[in-house]
């Protein structure tokens, strides 16, 4: 195999291998044809007209077909995908409502005597700037000019008469190829044509993501050079957990990744033996396994993921792209299926975490200039008590169906996570003198992804039941980086020591208070990670859905007897490289 550099006439594209290495972003092997997803661009030029009033409707109806259009995307992504991905389109669905937008455009126009087609796109750019400004590339900023830059495509389409690249016409199963996807895309694909895909750009966090992991699709990312060499029906391999594309495989590596794919289904049938089993390492520690959910359909996957109840269940997802707060009663049954569901094992609700890049229209938060040091978390519920006190009411009316933990995102200070402790006393004690009842072993926590929490957990841990660290707010405030700007992304490291001492402080002072302590982080999937969260002696990991057996069967492996020395070891390395070097060195017998 050649790196892609040296393959970029026709001839060897056609004839030799190519291999790209990319972001690994869905699990799994697959072989197929390659379907390649042309781009829209469309060509604009500066043009007056004398027929103000012809442009002005035809902007007008353009917006109004582009909102029939997302509308009918949105429900398309409901009823395949679920509401999670659904709610992806509801930023591009924003802004073809916005009417004040719209007007404005439409001002434009009327002042300057331009096309429809040539303004919108002027002021499209415009904000797109001022996102692209905007905190240095904060995910906030950065998720709004994605979805602006795909409205932009498609109203331009309507005013320029031209078509959209439109995945509805594949008619074959194959690999899609493309330069970037967009979420409305993939909502227009066949999911039993798709093999898998790979795009020149996008990282972990891009949009189209949310729906395609929803699918399963082999996924690899960010290849920067796959559309410039792969052809429509040329063969191509996708390891989507390792980030590897291969076109035009040999026979060889064809027959290689046939029997890669081929264990990892034995694999998986052999990890659904461990749905009926406790997760207890080599040596006989025992440990939770819990999934983090945030729509409460996905309860009723519970039962068949092997999931040791609910670590992290997301409720700002009830309250999301909705038209009215959900009431009371709405929050109480969504909390009560969920209980139902996990069959006496515990759920973790994290009560409203909204602010950051998560807005409620129905609770207007005032414009910040760093949104994700500003109002956010627990700060929101403490700031509008109504709305946190109907929360609370409901949650306390399903501690009476099983076992329910209440958690506070984004906890500060110890005087801020009393202050809500007390609102749960005193909603507790109305729902009694209501007669309503309430569930006499319920349990009240925080999650720890502040450093200042970390720094105070002793004296937190002294009035929180439980804690759960969530890792990846945590590591970006401890390293002041924002991992969706490319520029410091790579600092971003899950495995330095800093995150591990950070880590280790929280579960020891914990463990002091006799308080257990869960990791919620995208850190609880991480091979390398495992081995050591259990020899700190971590009592719950909680994972999405799809990884529970994995991580189970990973550390039903482990001695965590024999990994106690690597904890010292690795709070003393310099960097992640270290770490990992040790972890693998004290585990490779462990396989």
């Known amino acids: 195999p050649i790196k892609s550099s040296a393959a970029s006439d ?31 661009r469309f060509t604009v030029k500066a043009k007056y007209t004398d027929n103000v009033n012809h442009e002005v409707s035809r902007l007008h109806d353009s917006f109004s077909l582009a909102r029939r259009e997302l509308t009918d ?50 002021r499209i750019d415009h904000y797109l700037n001022v996102f692209k400004r905007q905190s240095g590339g904060a995910d906030y900023y950065h998720s709004r000019g994605l979805a602006l830059q795909d409205f932009k495509k498609r109203l331009l389409a309507h005013l320029l008469d031209e078509e959209l690249p439109d ?16 979420p409305t895309d993939i909502i227009r694909l066949n999911p039993h044509l798709v093999a898998g895909i790979v795009t020149d750009l996008g990282g ?20 920067k050079t796959v559309t410039e060499h792969a052809d429509d029906d040329m063969v191509a391999i996708i390891d989507g957990t390792h980030g590897r594309v291969i076109l035009q495989p040999t026979p060889q590596q064809i027959d290689q990744y046939q029997r890669l794919a081929s264990r990892e289904s034995a694999r998986l049938r052999e990890l659904g033996v461990l749905k009926h089993q406790d997760t207890v390492s080599a040596d006989g520690h025992h440990f939770e396994v819990a999934a983090n959910v945030a729509l409460p359909r996905e309860s009723d996957e519970l039962a068949t993921s092997g999931a040791e109840g609910v670590g992290l269940f997301r409720s700002e997802f009830l309250f999301l792209h909705q038209d009215t707060l959900p009431d009371e009663e709405t929050q109480f049954q969504a909390y009560r299926k969920l209980l139902l569901a996990a069959n006496n ?19 207007p938060l005032e414009r910040e200039n760093n949104p994700f040091l500003g ?36 906890v500060a200070t110890v005087d801020e996570f009393q202050q809500a402790q007390r609102m749960v006393d005193q909603e ?10 309430v569930g006499k072993e319920y349990e009240v926590g925080a999650m720890v992804e502040i450093p200042a929490a970390v720094a105070m957990a002793d004296q937190l841990a002294q009035y929180a039941d439980f804690f759960s660290i969530g890792t990846n ?44 302590v869960g990791l919620c982080g995208e850190m609880a999937t991480i091979p390398t990670a495992v081995p050591l969260l259990a020899a700190m002696g971590l009592d719950e990991f909680s994972v999405p859905l799809s990884q529970v057996l994995p991580v189970r069967s990973q550390i039903r492996r482990l001695k965590v007897r024999q990994l106690q020395p690597l904890i010292h070891q690795a709070l003393a390395a310099h960097s992640p490289a270290e770490v990992r070097a040790l972890v693998d060195q004290l585990t490779s017998h462990m396989k």
Not at 205 to 221: D, I, N, Y
Not at 376 to 404: E, K, N
């Open 345 to 363: 094992h515990r759920v973790v609700v994290r009560t409203l975490d909204i602010g950051g890049d998560k807005q409620l229209a129905q609770v």
């Open 428 to 437: 507790k004690n109305r729902l009694t003198q209501e007669g309503i009842p």
């Open 73 to 122: 995307l949105r429900r398309q992504a409901h009823q395949k995908m679920g509401e999670k991905a659904a709610t992806v389109i509801d930023a591009q669905l924003a802004i073809a409502k916005d009417q004040s937008f719209e007007g404005e455009i439409t001002d434009a126009i009327q002042r300057y005597s331009t096309t429809a087609a040539w303004t919108a796109a002027q």
């Open 10 to 40: 026709v001839y060897k594209r056609q004839k030799m291998v190519t291999v790209l290495d990319g972001v690994a972003a869905g699990g799994g092997i697959a072989i197929a044809p390659v379907y390649r997803l042309g781009e829209s």
């Open 375 to 410: 109002l956010r978390g627990l700060r929101v519920s403490l700031a509008y008590p109504g709305l946190f006190r109907t929360q609370l009411r409901a949650l306390l009316r399903a501690t009476a169906y099983g076992q329910l933990a209440i958690m506070f995102p984004m």
């Open 473 to 516: 707010d945590l590591i970006q405030y401890l390293f002041a980086v924002d991992r969706g700007n490319g520029q410091v992304a790579s600092l971003y490291q899950s495995l330095h020591p800093a995150v591990l001492r950070a880590v280790k402080q929280t579960i020891d002072c914990a463990h002091a208070e006799g308080k257990w």
């Open 167 to 182: 995945l509805a016409k594949l008619d074959h199963r194959a690999i899609i190829v493309a330069h970037q996807l967009t």
């Open 204 to 223: 972990r966090t891009a949009h189209f993501l949310v729906m395609s992991k929803e699918m399963r699709f082999p996924t690899v990312v960010d290849t």
